[in-house]
Nanobody, 122 residues
């Protein structure tokens, strides 16, 4: 399995931006599909965006499409989530995860980072 650590979370006003990073360990990072997920207090964990192993395919939750582009740099073992035009309802802990296939569901993802908090104030 790959070890993952997220960074880049924080507090921002509505309309602002943040860039989340997820660094992976090991030489097999490029063999994993990667996903970003989030969980708000009292709610279930939901998918936000996923990206295929090569980065050629990306998938998005409808409410973030066009605002949260996902990308990856396999040379740096890192996947990114750019958070633009943030809204208070985007407030959550954001997690990255590695899995065998880029699906918008947490089920296939076996390796997870500890998460990073994103708080958006109105």
């Amino acid at each position: 399995q790959v070890q993952l650590v997220e960074s880049g979370g924080g507090w921002v006003q509505a309309g602002g931006s943040l860039r989340l990073s997820c660094a992976g360990s090991g030489r097999t990072f490029s063999s994993y599909a990667m996903g970003w997920f989030r969980q708000a207090p009292g709610k279930e964990r939901e998918s936000v965006a996923t990206i295929s192993e090569s980065g050629g395919r990306t998938y998005y939750k409808a409410s973030v499409r066009g605002r949260f582009p996902i990308s990856r740099d396999n040379a740096k073992n890192t996947v990114y989530l750019q958070l633009n035009s943030l809204k208070p309802e985007d407030t959550a802990v954001y997690y990255c995860a590695a899995g065998p296939i880029a699906l918008l569901t947490p089920a296939p993802y076996a390796s997870w980072g500890p998460g990073t908090q994103v708080t958006v104030s109105s």
